[in-house]
Structure formats: structure tokens, C-alpha cells
């Protein structure tokens, strides 16, 4: 059984910068995709960023596309975003989530991943 935990939420005003963490148990980390999804208030949830499973290939949505990074350290089982330049809009719950393909390319829709973290708060004030 795979679990995810997120870390590094937080309030932030606009213009500025947050770092989300991923953690993740289990020695299959390395194997797998990761990807960033994100919740407002109201909306469903929505996909942000995601890494292939050697750090080869990111892939992110055009809301956020020049101001978040997502990266990857397999000896630590971490995922990470890095998220600069925040607008109010992305306030949002932000969760960490595995994909399902061994070795896989990148994939966006929510169907394409198994495993969730439980989420990290993210308020951008204006």
C-alpha cells in the first residue's frame, strides 16, 4: 500500500512563493509518475503538474505554466512544487497523487492515478 503525505501549505500573499513536499511510502516511488492536482472551493479538482517517473518529462496545466516547477528526489520518495508568482486563483487544496503505469508517460485526468495524498491548504490573499 502506497500513502502520500503533503506538506508546506500555507497563507501567502499575492506575488509571492510556496514550496510544496510529497512524500511517499514504499520502495516504488522511483517507478511511477507523480502529479499535482489542485481543489477550490465550489470547483472540481483540476490538474496542475506531473513528472515522469525519472524526472524525463514534466508536463503542466497552461494556468500555471512559468510560474510552478515540479521536480523529483527518488532517494528521498519526495515530490516536490514550487510554486512562484501566486494569484488569488490559486487558492485552492492542493494534493499529490501516483499514476497508475509502470514507468509510464505523463497523464493528466485523475483517472490515471491510484493513490492520494490527503491534501495541503493553499490560501493566496490579494
Known amino acids: 500500500q502506497v500513502q502520500l503525505g503533503e506538506s508546506g501549505g500555507g497563507l501567502v500573499p499575492a506575488g509571492g512563493s510556496l514550496r510544496l513536499s510529497c512524500a511517499a511510502s514504499?520502495?516504488?516511488?522511483?517507478?511511477?509518475?507523480m502529479g499535482w492536482f489542485r481543489q477550490a472551493p465550489g470547483k472540481e479538482r483540476e490538474f496542475v503538474a506531473a513528472i515522469t517517473w525519472n524526472s524525463g518529462a514534466t508536463y503542466y496545466s497552461d494556468s500555471v505554466k512559468g510560474r510552478f516547477t515540479i521536480s523529483r528526489d527518488n532517494a528521498k520518495n519526495t515530490v516536490y512544487l514550487q510554486m512562484n508568482s501566486l494569484k488569488p486563483e490559486d487558492t485552492a487544496v492542493y494534493y499529490c497523487a501516483r499514476d497508475r503505469h509502470y514507468r509510464g508517460a505523463l497523464y493528466y485526468s485523475m483517472n490515471d492515478y491510484n493513490y492520494w495524498g490527503q491534501g495541503t491548504q493553499v490560501t493566496v490573499s490579494s
Open positions: 514504499g520502495r516504488t516511488f522511483s517507478s511511477y509518475a
